[in-house]
């Protein structure tokens, strides 16, 4: 208890719902020392206001509800699309990549308020407490990180309940009820769904469980075209109308989202070492990967795309175990940075029942793609196809002398 006594003042990562709510009064009673509560609106689409009424009530005075949608996907989302990056070939990382944004601005509330200390709700057995806390090390290194799961015995559901009536905390019906049976967590570029009923991997979850995307099923039976522009690699128009990097994510997620564009549910390796189970959607994501990388093949040279490919899963697993702040992390990132300065231009997708189908793409200042030599009819010259025989037989000269040495018995 001495030593809880020692933190002075606390910024919390607060949500308003039950477990922060839990959380923010625990720590005035463990530690009493004051707390200081921010909220980060990231596009998860629940109102953020009622948090400040609710840290009010237990005697916050100071507490910081902020807009960072644009912030979260110019700064975090659009360099973390133009690596590509997918974990473990599927996951867009739309978790992982909102954490270390929320790591930032808790250090820089601490040091802006006076804190010592910052506390968030990640459990011990999860990757957020990983991400959320290399993202303020790196940032503050002399900062205390209080993980209230890793310390009560508040380890369930009945007990966190029995904690909020003892002390006065409002629980809405549904959280009393039982509320969902699974956990989620949303931002402008995902929902994602885990625990619960889905800790069975051979669960099919209902239907009822999707938020944002229409079933696949029930999709509007006419293909809906999409037209993006590129410049540095990130999007900047979307149907000739110029847009925002949150707005660009906002329309994405309308469009897909109506056309069943997604949904995925994988099994994933967690960075502590357990396997779960995960389901998620990511509708304009998922437009995005796919838009990129055809904007990339007309514009990119085939070492630099190959050698992107070969990053890209060191890059994702970086973003998923919470190193992005991390100096390999920026290193790598200025390599992909400086390889987007050329993918410029349009790609036009068609969206059809869960689908996203390439039908387009054009540069008119970078593409790679020459069409006198490509053709298949006569070229004129722009490509002298008795070539191909002195690089065939040069790529084949290790493979005929194995084979010479197998024919004698050698081998």
């Known amino acids: ?3 809880k006594k020692k933190v002075k003042k606390v910024v919390l990562a607060y949500s308003g719902g039950l477990d922060t709510s839990v959380i923010l009064k625990w720590l005035q009673d463990e530690y009493q020392c004051e707390v200081v509560t921010f909220t980060a609106d990231i596009g998860q689409g629940e109102e953020v206001a009622p948090a400040r009424r609710k840290a009010k009530q237990f005697g916050v005075k100071q507490i910081f509800i902020e ?53 968030h709700g990640a459990t011990g057995k999860g990757n957020d407490q990983v991400r959320f806390e290399l993202g303020a090390y790196a940032l503050m290194p ?34 009393r009820k039982g509320g969902a049976p699974y956990s989620m967590d949303a931002n ?12 069975d991997p051979d669960f099919e979850p209902e239907e009822a469980m999707w938020r944002i995307t229409a079933s696949p099923q029930k999709a509007p039976n006419k293909p809906e075209y999409v037209d993006l522009e590129y410049r540095s690699g990130d999007i900047v128009a979307v149907n000739g109308k110029k847009l925002t990097p949150a707005k ?27 396997k779960s189970r995960g389901c998620y959607e990511t509708p304009g994501g998922t437009i995005m990967l796919r838009a990129h990388r055809a904007m990339e093949s007309i ?7 190959a050698l992107k490919d070969d990053l890209m899963p060191r890059y994702a697993r970086m973003v998923y175990n919470g190193y992005w702040f991390s100096p390999e992390r920026r290193l790598l990132q200025g390599l992909i940075d400086e390889s ?14 869960g ?9 008119e200042t970078d593409s790679l793609f020459d069409s006198r030599i490509a053709t298949f009819d006569d070229d004129k010259g722009a490509y002298n196809q008795a070539d191909a025989e002195g690089f065939i037989r040069l790529n084949a000269l290790r493979l005929r002398i194995a084979a010479n040495l197998r024919k004698r018995g050698r081998r």
Do not use: C
Request: hydrophobic content about 45%.
């Open 142 to 175: 002399d900062v205390r990180v209080i993980a209230p799961w890793r310390e009560w015995d508040l380890l369930s559901r009945e007990k966190l309940l029995a904690y909020a009536d003892e002390h006065g905390i409002p629980v809405d019906f549904k959280k």
């Open 248 to 274: 660009v994510l906002e329309a994405l997620n309308k469009i897909g989202g109506r056309n069943g564009v997604g949904r995925l549910d994988m099994v994933e390796n967690r960075y502590v070492g357990m």
């Open 355 to 363: 689908t996203v189908l390439v039908t387009g793409r054009r540069s």
């Open 1 to 3: 208890m001495s030593q």
């Open 188 to 199: 402008l570029l995902h929902i994602s769904y885990e625990g619960g009923i889905l800790e």
């Open 67 to 119: 807009d960072l949608r644009e912030e979260f996907v110019r700064d975090f989302v659009f360099p973390m699309f133009r690596a590509n990056a997918t974990y473990e070939g599927e996951y867009l990382l739309g978790t992982s990549i909102a954490r270390p944004l929320i790591a930032k601005r808790l250090v820089e509330i601490a040091r802006a308020t006076g804190a010592d200390a910052i506390s």
């Open 340 to 353: 987007q300065k050329v993918v410029n231009g349009h790609v036009r997708v068609k969206l059809y029942k």
């Open 299 to 305: 514009t990119l040279d085939r070492e630099v795309l």
